[in-house]
Nanobody, 121 residues
Framework: QVQLVESGGGLVQPGGSLRLSCAAS????????MGWYRQAPGKERELVAT????????NYADSVKGRFTISRDNAKNTVYLQMNSLKPEDTAVYYC??????????????WGQGTQVTVSS
């Protein structure tokens, strides 16, 4: 009943920038938290950044702090990840995540399909 649609992935050179977007739609009352996770080949999925949507409080993995910025547009139920100074080790599938309160006032966790980010010369 809730869908997350991601966009913005692609191929970029080291030191370059990329912006990911994720829009939530469906039977949404409100979204408590939105965030980004990533999974590289042979590794477990890891948290990249989250934002508490109502107040804008953010949290970042140490590996991306100072380079990535998470933001949200609550009116559009959309979260962004601005990625600057990209490194090859940032290469991964990036997944959008949202903790959503539905119109039935039930809390659920939802995932996007993932978008590939490749950082390579």
């Amino acid at each position: 009943q809730v869908q997350l649609v991601e966009s913005g992935g692609g191929l970029v050179q080291p030191g370059g920038s990329l912006r990911l977007s994720c829009a939530a739609s469906g039977s949404i009352f409100m979204i408590n938290v939105m965030g980004w996770y990533r999974q590289a080949p042979g590794k477990e999925r890891e948290l990249v950044a989250t934002v508490i949507t109502s107040v804008g409080i953010t949290n970042y993995a140490d590996s991306v702090k100072g380079r990535f910025t998470i933001s949200r547009d609550n009116a559009k139920n959309t979260v962004y990840l601005q990625m600057n100074s990209l490194k090859p080790e940032d290469t991964a599938v990036y997944y959008c995540n949202a903790k959503v309160v539905g119109v039935d006032r039930m809390l659920g966790t939802y995932w996007g399909q993932g978008t590939q980010v490749t950082v390579s010369s």
